[in-house]
């Protein structure tokens, strides 16, 4: 990770933190997915209106499913040179945003904190998450503390993540990781994405255990 690093009212913005190629692979997993039918989307799980969210999505499931390992090129200057599985590079990047986080609000490090989750998302145009609303909720939810968000590719037609208490705007750039608090004072939503290219995301939360 050699990129930038910001904050501003507990959000982390974090750049460049994977090998190049590394998004683009991920896309290209995520493509391979769906074409085998194992995504799904907001009106099939949730049986919700587009006019409140509409993108496609996968849980990976490392236990079924075999991502194609990514190759790291000789000039990287963050990681041998030999193929990671996707899962564990993944999670390595996600660590080391993580620990700086953690740095900057140490309270973090009082509490015991795990992730093993990654969603991945696929936003079309005139697609989004609509609706304001936060991380934390029932059941499951209730654990969550911090909420993550790697943006795959870059969109210059919307498509930002917004935080309404904020008044933020966060644009979705390529390799960039987005850290933040999952409860009631970071609601937020993915505004509807237009032009020509679909907005790619992995996603997912940090729990107390």
């Not at 209106?49 to 996968?58: G, S």
């Not at 236990?63 to 000789?74: A, C, G, H, M, R």
């Not at 015991?112 to 998302?121: A, D, G, M, P, S």
């Not at 998450?129 to 909720?137: D, I, K, L, P, T």
Request: net charge negative.
């Amino acid at each position: 990770m050699d990129g930038a690093i910001h904050y501003k009212d507990f959000i982390g913005i974090y750049e460049n933190v994977y090998p190049d190629g590394f998004c683009k692979h991920f896309i290209e997993e995520f493509e391979r997915l769906s074409n085998e039918g194992a995504t799904s989307n907001r009106q099939l799980t949730e049986n919700c209106h587009k006019t409140m969210k509409q993108d496609e999505f996968a849980f990976l499931n490392f236990k079924n499913q075999s991502p194609t390992p990514f190759k790291v090129e000789e000039n990287s200057r963050d990681y041998d040179p030999v193929e990671w599985g996707l899962k564990g590079l993944f999670f390595e990047g996600l660590q080391r945003c993580f620990d700086e986080y953690c740095t900057q609000y140490d309270a973090l490090k009082q509490l015991r904190i795990k992730c093993n989750n990654i969603k991945v998302q696929k936003t079309k145009p005139g697609e989004g998450y609509h609706v304001w609303h936060c991380e934390q909720g029932a059941e499951d939810g209730e654990r969550r503390i911090v909420t993550y968000a790697l943006y795959l590719n870059t969109i210059f037609d919307a498509g930002e993540t917004e935080y309404l208490y904020q008044k933020l705007r966060v644009p979705p750039v390529e390799n960039t990781v987005v850290l933040w608090p999952a409860g009631y004072t970071h609601p937020h939503r993915g505004n509807v994405v237009y032009g020509e290219q679909a907005k790619y995301i992995v996603t997912g939360w940090f729990y107390l255990e």
